[in-house]
């Protein structure tokens, strides 16, 4: 039997998996909020340079600051088993994005059912603005917690299925405009 490279899907090539490519440890400090989706080509152009991803910035609101362990996410693949083969079905994906030190108006703002039943855009963008993470067009609840060291930490969770190519995109060494 013959080995031969892999088919990626369109769009991905062999430099896009090298480690080089990887996004490292994210340095952001915000997370910013609006309402909407982004399609690929849209947030594409929205951070292909620095000079853009400010001007979209401008499209949005800071929801809030993130926490230490800031947002996290899971995706696997319900499996079925044959007799001979193991089959992938659905996918699911869940989402967190924590914010830390949020004031009592900001908490009341995210319990809002709004947040579940609009479609809503995230961003986790770094200081220098050449690290994006965007989180395009889910349905949001939150979770929360306070202390009186910390004020309110919010938990903001989505969940979904199928695959992510349509509203989880990064984008790291985005060049100067």
Known sequence: MTVSKPTYPNGVVNSDIEFDSLISEMDG????????????????????????????LGNFDIAGELMESSWKTESSVKTYKTRNYIIAGRRTTTLEIGLAGMSD????????????ST???????????????????????CDWSGSNDNGFEVILKTEFSGYTTECIFAYSAIPDA
């Open 119 to 141: 479609a809503m855009t995230f961003l986790v963008v770094s200081d220098e603005l050449n690290k994006v993470i965007c989180f395009s067009g889910l349905r949001w609840y």
């Open 105 to 116: 108006k900001q908490r009341l703002f995210f319990e809002r059912s709004e947040l579940n």
């Open 29 to 56: 400090k915000h997370v910013y909020i609006g309402s909407g989706k982004y399609t690929k080509d849209e947030a594409d152009a929205a951070f292909a340079d620095k000079a853009t991803v400010a001007i979209t």
